[in-house]
T-cell receptor, first 110, second 114 residues
Framework: QKEVEQNSGPLSVPEGAIASLNCTYSDRGSQSFFWYRQYSGKSPELIMSIYSNGDKEDGRFTAQLNKASQYVSLLIRDSQPSDSATYLCAVNVGTYKYIFGTGTRLKVLA | DVKVTQSSRYLVKRTGEKVFLECVQDMDHENMFWYRQDPGLGLRLIYFSYDVKMKEKGDIPEGYSVSREKKERFSLILESASTNQTSMYLC?????????????FGEGSRLTVL
């Protein structure tokens, strides 16, 4: 069964620090990878998508993909209390099939 | 910006009632999805529609049906609600040009079945 694994956390980091969130996936054929942020009681909001090996930066966020090792990570620089949320990793494994991890809860301490 | 709108944010229904959840997107996306999200289980796909009047079953279609009469609108129907359908329901859309593309979610509909 195709899986996406995330540490559930909580991951606690002080304000201003770098938060590092990790995700591993089982399907070697996966082509596209996504990070979503979800505040409590709200719906997932797309932060980053990444399709090729390496780093992709967008503001304070950097997504890293390593297909050989089957992991994707999200770095949040200068973490703010407003970044406190659950971060979902999602992997596309087919035409309309996305596998979502259960998320890592991040707490940024002021 | 992509806008996906779910008409009902919170619903409380009785067992056996018929429930309609509506979703509308304004970006002319071909593909639309219905997921449910439960604690510890993540997001699970209920149904997918790749075009008007076209649909595919997802992982957990039992007890649900869908309707896509217009490109922008995708409805989820619970024919006879049961307590185990209490959940957060999420609609999503994406452009059909890239089968591996980004999903954009609506605000969610939290359904409680008593």
């Amino acid at each position: 069964q195709k899986e996406v694994e995330q540490n559930s956390g909580p991951l606690s980091v002080p304000e201003g620090a770098i938060a590092s969130l990790n995700c591993t996936y089982s399907d070697r054929g996966s082509q596209s990878f996504f990070w979503y942020r979800q505040y409590s009681g709200k719906s997932p909001e797309l932060i980053m998508s990444i399709y090729s090996n390496g780093d992709k930066e967008d503001g304070r966020f950097t997504a890293q993909l390593n297909k050989a090792s089957q992991y994707v990570s999200l770095l949040i620089r200068d973490s703010q209390p407003s970044d406190s949320a659950t971060y979902l990793c999602a992997v596309n494994v087919g035409t309309y099939k996305y596998i979502f991890g259960t998320g890592t809860r991040l707490k940024v301490l002021a | 910006d992509v806008k996906v709108t779910q008409s009902s944010r919170y619903l409380v229904k009785r067992t056996g009632e018929k429930v309609f959840l509506e979703c509308v997107q304004d970006m002319d996306h071909e593909n639309m999805f219905w997921y449910r999200q439960d604690p510890g289980l993540g997001l699970r796909l209920i149904y997918f529609s790749y075009d008007v009047k076209m649909k595919e079953k997802g992982d957990i279609p039992e007890g649900y049906s869908v309707s896509r009469e217009k490109k922008e609108r995708f409805s989820l129907i619970l024919e006879s609600a049961s307590t185990n359908q209490t959940s957060m329901y999420l609609c999503a859309s994406r452009t059909g040009g890239a089968n591996t593309g980004e999903l954009f979610f609506g605000e969610g509909s939290r359904l409680t079945v008593l």
